[in-house]
């Protein structure tokens, strides 16, 4: 950690919902005044993500490092950590960030990196978490926030929400309700990762 200052990278590589609900708490909350923290990077590795309109609204400094430019995982996530280090961060945030990540980064930032995923971990982990979740006529489904460690979707849980699956649930429909709950989940988790860290 850098001092009283606790910078937050935000990764993201679509429409950045969480990053922008993380964005909102920092200010409604003060976390700069109470923590001394702020977002101060969002990068994404499409240029195209719709978040990033958001980001440079906020005048938040913002990046592109696209993993179609690299041969290889380890050139791309060597980039992106450049990237990512130049804001010194003491908080790694994925926020719908769509990259497998290889174990050298993850050891990188271990201990300061977390990540959202659409399931109540451990049950489904990697892609298509809401089709999976119906169609094993699961009752109730989730997000969960955790540490991110080199093995995918794992790590400690810092905190979960449940939603009740309805008959009439599509992946769209359901996949809507849960990340209504994950807009109100992940800001309260790292906000009390920085009350700890305080
Ligand atoms: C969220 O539902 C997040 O949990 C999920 O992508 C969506 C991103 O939405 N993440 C993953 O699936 C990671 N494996 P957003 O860009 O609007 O925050």
Not at 50 to 72: C, I, N, P, Y
Not at 141 to 156: C, F, M, P, Y
Not at 189 to 194: G, I
């Amino acid at each position: 950690m850098s001092g009283v200052n606790k910078n937050i990278v935000i990764l993201i590589s679509g429409s950045g919902s969480n990053m922008a609900a993380i964005v909102k708490a920092a200010q409604q909350h003060h976390w700069r005044e109470q923590f001394g923290a702020r977002v101060v990077a969002v990068i994404s590795n499409k240029a195209d993500a719709k978040g990033l309109v958001f980001a440079r609204e906020q005048g938040m400094a913002t990046a592109v490092v696209d993993h179609k430019a690299f041969d290889s995982r380890e050139a791309f996530d060597a980039e992106l950590m450049f990237a990512i280090d130049r804001h010194a961060p003491d908080l790694v945030v994925l926020a719908g960030f769509m990259r497998i990540l290889t174990p050298g980064f993850v050891a990188h930032y271990a201990g300061r990196i977390i990540n959202i995923h659409p399931s109540l971990l451990p049950a489904f982990p990697g892609l298509h978490t809401h089709q999976r979740a119906i169609d094993m006529g699961c009752q109730f489904a989730g997000a969960t926030v955790h540490q991110v460690t080199s093995e995918l979707d794992h790590g400690d849980i810092l905190a979960q929400a449940v939603v009740p699956v309805l008959p009439s649930d599509t992946a769209q429909t359901l996949a809507e309700r849960v990340l209504t709950q994950e807009h109100l989940i992940y800001p309260r988790a790292v906000e009390r990762l920085l009350a700890a860290w305080s």
